[in-house]
């Protein structure tokens, strides 16, 4: 079976014109049924490594080409630490193993990279708390079966970590694949402007979740959150100097920057300003820059280069954190369309996707070019938080798993193809089955490749320095 079937070009020139009438849902629905016969859905839980698969540490070597030194031992110690830590470090080997398995083709944007961390609170324009991805480093048009595969992988590995028995591991992957079958075909019936609309707050998010103890971590994360804004960030992160406020030092993970750098930083962030929608470059033009560090952030990000930038309004409490992080090629990209580039800044790929796969997203996206390297930049303190993946119990493990379902649907429909998709997944439990073999298989190669890296490390292979 090819590894993925070339549609016919249904599309075609769909979004270039308000003249042309698009296919029907009908059509397109029957197209994504017929697709079983192709790529049929059993096919999809499949998972052996092949005898040519690349050598692990050897990708993650090349993972590490271009980043800072002095943080790879950094980078290595996180992924080192657990099964998880790895398999969230390691999208490009993940990536190289999806390549080759049955897909049917249908290719919305996607995440690129949605595990089960890279789901989040932020704060929408309105300061309303909303759910959502919100890691799009290696975001890009490429197939939604990926964005599946690598989200249940991470649900049975973290279920595993947090001691739940391998049939619980089984029914949060269920959980999650049921529902993103379920939203997906509700989504592709509805009108278009209705399914951009569609959001997960923090009120329909409690509504949603049925496990006591899931609704508890809600709450809890949520508290957390909110108290995540610049104002807030002050003490924790600045001190008062001679010469004004300035980022505290925390060395490797945080540290100064020479004046130069800050100084083509702060006239990246002029260019910046050129990237936002009006009304909020000439609001951000009210800040001044005052202070520029380097932060360590994530855990696959490690290396890349990813700055806090501490600007004040007209008094000292009105400030603002930008963040300036490193874009670099999706690892998708290479198997979407090969070597040729689509994307003539990685930066605006990564804000374009995000607003394609979000609801709501951060007003201050933009990006900017610094020193020949490219960069997005967003809100550092923009109520970011987190469900704690490691505290949750198997019931609520199977309760998160199915809102990241969810969530992920609605992510695919706002971009293209979900009726394809709602056709071809249909209404059994087939899909479903499928993918709990492969998440299954796929976390034991996970715990295989761990074992490879932590084996590296002993022998000195690759520098590792272990998590604080």
């Not at 079937?5 to 629905?29: C, H, M, N």
């Amino acid at each position: 079976m090819d590894a993925h079937i070339v549609l016919p070009t249904i599309d075609g020139q769909s979004f270039a014109s308000l003249r042309r009438r698009a296919t029907p849902r009908a059509e397109r629905y029957a197209l994504g049924k017929r697709l079983r016969k192709q790529a049929p859905r059993s096919a999809l839980g499949e998972w052996r490594a092949p005898d040519d698969r690349p050598d692990v540490v050897d990708q993650i070597g090349v993972s590490h080409q271009g980043r800072v030194e002095s943080l790879i031992p950094v980078r290595v110690g996180r992924m080192a630490a657990s099964p998880y830590g790895f398999l969230r470090g390691t999208a490009i080997v993940m990536a190289q193993d999806l390549a080759g398995l049955p897909a049917t083709g249908i290719r919305p944007v996607i995440c690129g990279d949605a595990h089960l961390g890279n789901f989040g609170f932020y704060a929408s324009p309105e300061r309303d708390l909303v759910l959502d991805l919100n890691d799009f480093d290696e975001a890009h048009p490429g197939g939604w079966e990926w964005d599946l595969r690598r989200l249940t992988a991470s649900i049975w590995v973290a279920g595993r970590q947090n001691s739940a028995t391998e049939g619980q591991c089984e029914s949060a992957v269920q959980s999650c694949v049921a529902t993103y079958r379920e939203h997906v075909r509700w989504l592709a019936e509805q009108p278009l402007l209705a399914r951009s609309f569609e959001r997960l707050d923090l009120d329909r998010l409690h509504a949603t979740a049925s496990d006591e103890s899931l609704r508890h971590e809600i709450t809890r994360a949520a508290e957390r959150a909110r108290r995540r804004v610049s104002d807030r960030a002050l003490p924790r992160f600045t001190e008062q100097g001679e010469t004004g406020r300035r980022i505290v030092e925390e060395p490797p993970l945080i540290t100064r920057v020479s004046e130069a750098e800050a100084e083509h930083l702060a006239a990246g962030l002029d260019e910046y300003l050129t990237t936002l929608p009006s009304h909020w470059a000439r609001l951000l033009s009210g800040y001044t820059v005052v202070d520029v560090a380097h932060k360590v952030v994530g855990v696959g990000s490690v290396g890349l280069r990813a700055y806090v930038v501490l600007c004040e309004g007209s008094s000292a409490d009105d400030v603002v954190f930008l963040q300036l992080k490193q874009a670099r090629r999706s690892v998708v990209a290479r198997f979407v369309h090969g070597e040729s580039a689509w994307h003539d800044h990685q930066g605006r790929r990564v804000v374009e996707y995000q607003q394609a796969l979000q609801t709501v997203s951060d007003p201050l996206l933009g990006w900017t070019t610094v020193e020949g390297r490219q960069y997005y930049v967003r809100q550092f303190r923009n109520m970011k938080g987190a469900v704690p993946i490691d505290n949750l119990s198997a019931a609520a493990l199977t309760d998160y798993a199915g809102i990241c379902g969810r969530l992920l649907a609605k992510g695919h429909a706002r971009t293209s193809g979900a009726s394809m998709i709602g056709g071809y997944v249909g209404k059994s439990d087939t899909l479903d089955v499928a993918l709990s073999r492969f998440a299954h298989a796929y976390a034991d190669q996970t715990e295989r490749d761990h074992a490879t890296l932590v084996d590296a490390v002993k022998r000195g292979k690759l520098p590792c320095e272990p998590p604080t």
